[in-house]
């Protein structure tokens, strides 16, 4: 050390200052016990007007609003009141994005793809705020939100040969498999970065305000990458702006080994931030699908109403590793999922469904292996075309192309030095 | 002396450095109980605690900023950043504020300050995780920018980063951690195990900043290189049977200008590789002292290989990677340019 510094004269304090390290409640090997937790009864939190008083629903943020309780019936002023038909159409789409997770899985691991990422738990927040949105409405998701797509019953084939980065993938093997662009569906190109896409959504609903239009935005960012500044500038924009938006909080608890804590969470809710910026700030069970399509429908109405933006936090539970790249037992328990108290969202809507007597474990049974069948078809479909790097792959010479709108000189360059080289 | 994979390597310059100095901490994402998604500091968080290796929100710019702070109180935090293309949000506060502290304030104030963060091409990380971004580094003032290449230098070199008094980026060839990678990546993949510089030393020692290393003595052609392409500029020597001389840069800022002039005044030939893209690339810095300190006594024009000058493409990594074919070529091209 080439210079000594003059601050090690400690001042002792008493007592002596300390630092505080957050802790998850549970590591591997301990015993999972989330009797601790504080969960609003099913029905119990109010429904305010679309036109509230921001400070008027303080008391939402730290509530969880439910509709669905554990006998299978929906309770409360919270119930979107979906026909039979809409829910049988998110039980189908949520197996349907379990199923296909976990072909993709598979893939992975018999090397067609060299990475993946499962939104396992979490499919009724894709789902159901998908439901939700109107069509032309813009979605600015992140990589656990595929659900987005299927609830749109976007082609599967399309998402796979993406994954698999074959002849059939639109991104033309640029991306990481899961990173999907679907524009005629109002989804957004996923980047590979956390965060970034919070305040483009504000900024495409201030744009859309700023021409007349009627089409609102909706932003997506885990509880994780809600300590990164994007998060920030989103909530500022959107407030001031009164931008129309939905900005949702995931907050599936982990980000990769990272326990929500480190971003915040044992202080205040993730839904609490919106208090600060003078924004409605909702928190809501994320695993129970009619709750996520009430609330998105009264944010939805309430930035159509041109009233802004709201802060929606959705608590779930990331139930599959962060990717294929960690092992979650490592840094959690291997069963706190199976512990988790608002458990999960697909036999909490089909027990809802068999309540109204609207659906049957035979149906059920019947409908696992229709999604199942669709999901093999559409993968086999895609691999048959080709797999990472073996198959019917874009020329690689296509790397060259959409850097600009037009290719400039040196690119050009280069592209001919590359087709010189093969 | 114990063998060690680079990334053991690390691990053990930060353990050496956490139980030397009390002042010195690490922070980043997940490097605390989970040990750091490659594992660098696995165990370090069993060993010395929760409060000296900490895990930190998810925000590059918070981490950084932070530990331009400590660093401030006198403390030498050792900070990764999960990966190099991660670096961009906390860009305003290592290019504007680690790197200007000493400078704005007259020597009064600065923040010692390391930045470990995983950087290149060669495990499918696609656009987002495979970038090689020290040209954005070495062109602001005040930070110093070092890549090792291989476990030994690694060590030595972190722990001389770490014992710094300005803010160093460090660079780690993430396709190195487990093994050496000369661009083949057709046959199967290396393990240090054997390697000579996988001998490590286990307790204290550095390895200079400004230093470079001849990695391969030859008198045909001297090939610049640092990182990754260390590897891979041997392999094209071997492969094309061109008499390279590879020097190892190992520090991109300072510089080790001598040793490459007197390289290159032996060879009168240069070729000059990165992973990153060609366009004002480090590269281009290279080019211009070699011509201007070199120039008479150069035969042939300075060869560059680099990156395309587009995104890392997912897809298609080796062909994007510049391997030891491309490298062989400028080597063959330099050697033989008749003036």
Redesign the interface.
Known sequence: ???A?P??SLQPAKPALS?H???PKF?PGQKVDFSGLRIAKPGEVRRPPIDVAPQEIRDLADAIIRVMDDEGGAVGPWDPQLSAEEMRRALRYMMTTRAYDDRMLRAQRQGKT??YIKCTGEEAIGVGQSMALAPGDMMFPTYRQPGLLIAREWSLYDMACQCF?NAG?RM?????PV?YSVPQEGFFTI????ATQFIQAVGWAMASAYRGDSRIAAGWIGD??T????FHYALTFAAVYRAPVILNVVNNQW????FQG???GENATFADRAIGYGLPGLRVDGNDLLAVIAVTRWAAERARANLGATLIEFVTYRAAAHST??DPS??RPADEWEHWPLGDPIPRLKQHLIACGEWSEARHTQLGAEVEDEVQSAAKKAEALGV??KGE??P?ET??ED?YREMPP??KR?REE?RA?K | MSAMTLSQALNSAMDVMLGKDENVLLMG??VG??GG?FRCTEGLQRKYG??RV?????????IVGAAIGMGV??LRPVVEIQFA??S??AFDQLASEAARLRYRSAGEF?S?LTVRTPYGGGI??????SQSPEALFTHVCGLKTVVPSNPYDAKGLLISSI???DPIIFLEPKRLYAGPFDGHHDRPATSWEGHPHSEVPDGHYRVPLGKAKIARPGSAVTVLAYGTMVHVAIAAAQDSGVDAEVIDLRTLIPLDLDTIVASVKKTGRCVVVHEAT??CGYGAELVALVQQHCFYWLEAPIERVAG????Y????EW??FPGP??VG?ALVKAAEAKP
């Open positions: 050390m080439n210079e510094k601050i090690h630092l390290i957050p802790e590591r060299s990475f980065a993938d033309k093997g640029r991306q990481l990173l980047s590979g970065n956390l994780g990458a300590a990164e500044g994007d980000a990769i080994s990272t480190f971003a915040g790249s960690d490592r840094y990472l790097g792959q874009h690689a790397m060259f850097v040196h690119l280069q590359f080289l | 994402e997940d109980y989970f998604v929760a409060r900490l895990d930190t929100p998810l925000s590059e710019g918070g109180y006198g293309d991660y961009y949000p600065w010692a499918y990380g696609g656009q987002t995780h014992e710094d008094d060609l366009t395309w000058d587009t995104p493409p997912y897809a298609f062909d994007y074919k491309r070529a």
